[in-house]
C-alpha cells in the first residue's frame, strides 16, 4: 500500500465527514470511483454489500462509493488491527452472522505466502477464474451476466481486497448487516437538524399521539398510533412546512432561528419521530395506578384529584429521563447495544427521505418507497375485514367450533379463554405481532420465546388439571383475582375507608386466589430476576464491568466525555457535537425526586418517602443487568413485580403504597429505556444530543397532560362500562386489572400470608432461578457453539411471561413470521431482507394503526355492528366463557374452596 494511505485513521472524526449535498449533486460512476481498483474487484464490493443488482452503474449510492474509497485508503496493518479487535469482541455477540465471523477469522489467520491472492503478480490472474479482471467493459457491467461470474463474498478469493473491505466495514460503518441496511457510513454535520418546523411538527403529532395512545391502551388488543403511522405523516408534515412556511430569519437571545432553511431534511425527520417516539405506541405506565384508583371497579379513590395525576406523572416520567443519562455509557455508545427493535423506524425514514437507486433483486424492481406505500394500503384495507367484517378472522379459535361446549377442547386449543395452542390461529396482523414483533427482532429471540412458552403450557395444564391450589375452581388463563367461590374478588370489601386492609372484613371475605397461569407467570417472574443477575454476571460479567467503571467514571468527572473509550465508526461521528451535561440529567432526577415526595406528603397516597428513594436505588442495581439484554435482544421485562414482593413485606396491608412505588420501580427503568430508545436512534442517525435532549424533554411534558385528560375523560363516563370484562368496545381494562389484582395480593393480602398461607411454592422460585443460572453458564460457555450461540436462557423464561390473559394463539402465527422473514429469507435472500423486511415491517403496522382508528370511529364508536356467523362464532362457545372444571358451589365443602373460615392466612 502506499504511504499516503497510512495517513487515514478511522478514529479521526474527519474521516466520517462528507458534505452531503456535493456527493449527492455530483455522483460517481463504477469506472469513475477509484482507478485503483479494477471493475471486478468493485463488483466483488457491490456483492459483498447487496448492490449488485443495481440497474444502472453510472450513479452509484454515495454510501458505496464511501466504503470503496475507505477500502482503497486503508492500510493492511490498520486492516488486521480492526479485524483482530473485530474477531475478540464479537467472538460470542449473538447478532453477528455466523460466516461473516468466519471470514474475519480466516483473513486474520491467512497471510499473503500461504495464499498468493495478490493484486498484482500473474498468480492472482489463475487463480481468480470467478473473479474476472478489468477486462469486463464498463458499459457491459450494467448487465446481469458479469454478477454470476462474481464469486461468494464469503470464499477468500482476494485476501488483500477482502481484509481491507471487512475492516473498513468494522471501522467505518457496522458489523452488523441489520445496522448498515438502515444507516449511513458517513455524516455531514452541516445538514439543518433542530429547526422551527421539526418543533411544531413534532408537538402536533406528539399530542395526536398522546391521545389516540392512551384512548386505546385499555382496549384487547390494544390499538396504538405506532411510530411508523406517525413517521408517514411527518413526512408530508415537514414538507408542507417547506412549501408554506415563510423564509424569514430572526433572533431569540442569541439564538438565529430560521423558519424555512431550504428542504426538508433527514436529519430533521429523525428528531421530529424521536421528539413523538416518547409516547409512541405506548402511554404512561402510572396511568394504570390513576385508572386503578380511581375507577368505581376498582379502588375508587375519591380524593385522587388533578394535583396528584400531575405530580405523579411528572415526577415517574421524568425520573427515568434523569437516568437515563447515566446509561448512555452502557446502552447507547457500545457497537453492541444494537436495539434491534428501532431498526424499523430508521428504515422507514431512510426511505422516505432518501429514495434509493433502482435495483432488481430477485425479480423485484419496485422501489423500498412505493413498496411501503403499497404494504400500507393493503395492510389499511384489509384490516377492516378481520376487525369488523368477518372478526372470525381475527380470533380464529377454529378448532373449538368442532365442539363448543367441549371445555376440554376450549382449554388447550382456545385462544379467548384457553391456553391457544392452535397451528392456525389469526389472519390478523395485530392479533399476531400483539406479544413479538415477529419482523424485527432476531429469530433466535422468537425462538427461545416459544421454548418458554411451550414449557409454560404444559406447566399450566398440570397445575390447572390437578386442581394444585384450587385453581381447578377457577379459568385456566385468566389474569384476574378470583374469591374462594369462583367470582371475581373484590378490593373494596377487605379494606377500610382509606384503602388499607381491614382484617375484621378480610376474616369475612378470605384470600383471593389466583389462577393456574397467573401462578406460573408470577413463579417464572420470581425466577427470572435471580436467574438474569447471575447469568449476565455469568456470561459478560467485563462487559458489566466496565458499565459500572463508566458509571463510577462518570460520578467522578462530569466534564469527561462520554465518548471516551468508544471507538466505533458511530460513536466517532457523534463527537461532532456537543454532549448533555450530566448535571442536566442529574438536576431532573432531583427535581422529580422533589414531585414525588410533594405528591405522597400532600396527599393521602399511605406512601412514605423512604419507599421512593427505595424504588430509584433498586432501579440503579439493575440498570445494567436489565438494559444490556433489552439492547442485545430486544426482549425486556420490568422491575414491578420485584418491587411488589419487596414492598409487600416493607409495607404490608397497603395496595396504595405498593402501587405507588411499583410504578417508580418500574417507570424508572421502563421510561429511561424510552428514552434511550430515541437516544440510540439519534445515535445511529447523527443528530446532536442536546437537540435530542431538548425534544425528548418536551414531548414527555406535553404528552404527560393529554394523557391525563384523555384519562380522565374514560373514567368520567366518556366510555359506557369502561373497564367491564364485557365492554361491547373490547374496552376490558387487561394492564389495569392485572396492576389492580398484584396491589390487592401482594400490597392489602401482603406476601406473608400469600407465601405462607396460599402459595409457598413461589418463594423457592427464587432459589430455584439462582440455581438454574450455573448450569446454563456452563451450557453456554462448553456446549458446541453451532448449538448454543443463540440459546438465551432469560429469554426462554421470558416465554412464561405471555400467558394470563394472553396465550400461544397470539405467538404462534407471528413465530411462522419471524422464520420466513428473520431466518429463511435473511439467510436465503439477504439482500431483499435489507432491503424490504424493515419496509414490510413498518407498512403492515401503520396500516393496522391508522385503519383501526378509522374503524373504531367510523362504526364502534356508535356501535353499528354486523351481525352474522363470522362475527359471533368465535365467541358463541366455552372459550370465550370459560370457567374452572370444578364448581365451587357445588364441589367444595360448605360452598367455598381454599382456607377454612377462621384459618385464613
Known amino acids: 500500500m502506499s504511504a499516503s494511505q497510512d495517513a487515514h485513521n478511522h478514529n479521526d472524526i ?11 449533486s455530483n455522483p460517481h460512476s463504477i469506472g469513475s ?3 485503483a481498483l479494477t471493475d471486478a474487484q468493485k463488483w466483488f464490493v457491490l456483492k459483498r454489500l447487496h448492490f449488485d443488482k443495481l440497474q444502472s452503474l453510472h450513479e452509484l449510492p454515495p454510501e458505496i462509493t464511501f466504503i470503496l474509497e475507505k477500502t482503497s485508503e486503508m492500510s493492511l496493518d490498520e486492516a488486521l488491527e480492526v479485524l483482530k479487535k473485530g474477531c475478540t469482541e464479537h467472538d460470542t455477540d449473538v447478532n453477528i452472522p455466523e460466516e461473516d465471523l468466519t471470514l474475519w477469522h480466516k483473513l486474520v489467520t491467512s497471510s499473503k505466502s500461504k495464499d498468493p491472492l495478490s493484486n498484482a503478480n ?3 490472474e489463475r487463480s481468480h477464474e470467478k ?6 467493459n464498463v458499459q457491459s457491467i450494467e448487465k446481469s451476466e458479469i454478477t454470476e461470474v462474481v464469486p461468494e463474498s464469503h470464499d477468500i478469493v482476494d485476501w488483500d481486497l477482502q481484509t481491507r473491505l471487512e475492516a473498513a466495514l468494522i471501522a467505518y460503518w457496522s458489523p452488523y448487516p441489520e445496522v448498515r441496511s438502515v444507516t449511513f457510513p458517513y455524516d455531514d454535520p452541516n445538514v439543518p437538524i433542530e429547526t422551527f418546523r421539526v418543533y411544531l411538527i413534532g408537538v402536533f403529532w406528539t399530542a395526536m399521539g398522546a391521545v389516540i395512545n392512551q384512548f386505546f391502551s385499555e382496549r384487547r388488543p390494544a390499538i396504538s398510533l405506532a411510530m411508523s403511522v406517525v413517521q408517514v405523516f411527518l413526512y408530508p408534515s415537514g414538507l408542507i412546512c417547506e412549501w408554506v412556511l415563510p423564509k424569514w430569519k430572526f433572533k431569540v437571545w442569541r439564538y438565529t432561528i430560521d423558519l424555512n432553511p431550504g428542504p426538508y431534511t433527514y436529519k430533521e425527520q429523525m428528531l421530529a419521530t424521536i421528539f413523538c417516539g416518547v409516547t409512541g405506541g405506548s402511554t404512561s405506565y402510572v396511568a394504570w395506578n390513576i385508572l386503578m384508583q380511581k375507577s368505581d371497579r376498582f379502588y375508587n379513590n375519591e380524593w385522587v384529584d388533578w394535583g396528584y395525576e400531575v405530580l405523579l406523572i411528572l415526577s415517574t416520567n421524568f425520573l427515568g429521563v434523569g437516568l437515563a443519562g447515566i446509561m448512555r455509557k452502557f446502552a447507547v455508545y457500545p457497537v453492541k447495544a444494537v436495539w434491534p427493535t428501532i431498526l424499523p423506524s430508521l428504515a422507514l425514514n431512510k426511505t422516505l427521505l432518501t429514495p434509493g437507486k433502482k435495483e432488481n433483486i430477485n425479480g423485484w424492481k419496485i422501489s423500498s418507497y412505493k413498496f411501503f406505500f403499497i404494504t400500507f394500503a393493503a395492510s389499511f384495507v384489509y384490516f377492516w375485514v378481520p376487525d369488523y367484517l368477518f372478526q372470525a378472522l381475527s380470533t380464529f379459535n377454529w378448532i373449538t367450533w368442532i365442539l363448543p361446549n367441549s371445555q376440554n377442547l376450549a382449554v388447550i386449543t382456545g385462544s379467548v379463554g384457553g391456553l391457544g395452542l392452535n397451528p392456525i390461529t389469526t389472519f390478523d396482523w395485530n392479533y399476531m405481532s400483539a406479544l413479538n414483533q415477529p419482523l424485527q427482532v432476531p429469530f ?7 421454548i418458554g412458552m411451550i414449557i409454560a403450557f404444559f406447566a399450566i395444564l398440570g397445575i390447572w388439571y390437578s386442581n394444585y391450589k384450587w385453581t381447578g375452581f377457577l379459568p385456566i388463563n385468566d389474569n384476574g383475582l378470583f374469591s374462594n367461590r369462583g367470582e371475581r374478588y373484590a378490593v373494596t370489601s377487605i379494606v377500610n375507608e382509606q384503602s388499607l386492609f381491614d382484617q375484621e372484613k378480610y376474616q369475612e371475605v378470605g384470600p383471593p386466589f ?17 436467574f438474569h443477575i447471575v447469568y449476565e454476571m455469568g456470561m459478560n460479567h467485563r462487559e458489566i464491568f466496565d458499565s459500572f467503571k463508566s458509571l463510577g467514571k462518570v460520578v467522578k468527572s462530569f466534564k469527561r466525555s462520554n465518548y471516551d473509550g468508544f471507538d466505533d465508526p458511530h460513536s466517532t461521528m457523534m463527537r461532532a457535537y456537543p454532549e448533555v451535561s450530566e448535571w442536566a440529567y442529574f438536576s431532573i432526577v432531583v427535581i422529580s425526586l422533589i414531585l414525588a415526595i410533594i405528591c405522597v406528603k400532600v396527599y393521602p397516597a399511605q406512601t412514605p418517602v423512604w419507599g421512593i428513594f427505595f424504588a430509584l436505588g433498586i432501579n440503579v442495581l439493575f440498570l445494567v443487568p436489565l438494559t444490556s439484554i433489552y439492547a442485545r435482544t430486544g426482549f425486556s421485562f420490568g422491575l414491578n413485580v420485584l418491587v411488589e414482593l419487596i414492598v409487600g413485606y416493607a409495607i404490608p396491608g397497603n395496595g396504595l403504597a405498593l402501587a405507588f412505588i411499583k410504578a417508580l420501580g418500574y417507570n424508572i427503568d421502563g421510561q429511561a429505556e424510552s428514552f434511550i430508545n430515541g437516544l440510540k436512534q439519534g445515535h445511529y442517525a447523527k443528530l446532536p444530543p442536546r437537540a435530542m435532549f431538548r425534544a425528548q424533554v418536551l414531548s414527555i411534558f406535553i404528552a404527560s397532560f393529554i394523557q391525563l385528560g384523555v384519562l380522565n375523560f374514560q373514567l368520567n363516563g366518556g366510555i359506557k362500562d369502561y373497564c367491564s370484562p364485557d365492554n361491547a368496545q373490547k374496552f376490558t381494562c387487561p394492564n389495569g386489572r392485572t396492576f389492580y389484582s398484584a396491589s390487592v395480593l401482594w400490597g392489602v393480602i401482603g406476601p406473608k400470608k400469600v407465601f405462607s398461607g396460599l402459595y409457598p411454592i413461589l418463594q423457592w422460585c427464587f432459589l430455584i432461578g439462582f440455581l438454574l443460572a450455573f448450569p446454563c453458564i456452563v451450557v ?3 456446549g458446541p457453539r453451532k448449538y448454543v450461540k443463540y440459546l438465551e436462557p432469560s429469554v426462554i423464561i421470558g416465554g412464561f411471561l405471555h400467558y394470563a390473559p394472553y396465550n400461544l394463539s397470539y405467538y404462534i402465527p407471528g413465530f411462522y413470521v419471524a422464520y420466513a422473514f428473520m431466518y429463511y429469507i435473511r439467510k436465503r435472500y439477504e439482500a431483499w431482507w435489507q432491503k424490504y423486511n424493515y419496509i414490510l415491517s413498518t407498512g ?6 391508522f385503519s383501526s382508528i378509522i374503524v373504531f370511529f367510523a362504526v364502534m364508536y356508535e356501535p353499528k355492528p354486523i351481525t352474522w356467523w363470522g362475527n359471533t362464532v368465535s365467541t358463541s362457545g366455552v372459550d370465550a366463557k370459560m370457567t374452572g372444571w370444578l364448581n365451587a358451589a357445588s364441589d367444595a365443602p360448605d360452598g367455598y374452596f381454599g382456607p377454612r373460615k377462621g384459618s385464613f392466612p
Open 780 to 782: 453456554k460457555r462448553c
Open 122 to 124: 500473474s498468480d492472482t
Open 844 to 849: 403492515l403496522n401503520a396500516g393496522i394503526a
Open 33 to 35: 470511483v477509484l482507478s
Open 14 to 24: 474527519y474521516e466520517h465527514e462528507v458534505n452531503l449535498e456535493r456527493i449527492v
Open 514 to 530: 389466583y389462577t393456574a397461569a397467573n401462578l406460573v407467570v408470577y413463579g417464572a417472574f420470581f425466577a427470572l430476576y435471580p
Open 131 to 136: 473473479l474476472k479482471d478489468n477486462a469486463v
Open 444 to 450: 433466535y429471540n422468537s425462538v427461545n420465546n416459544m
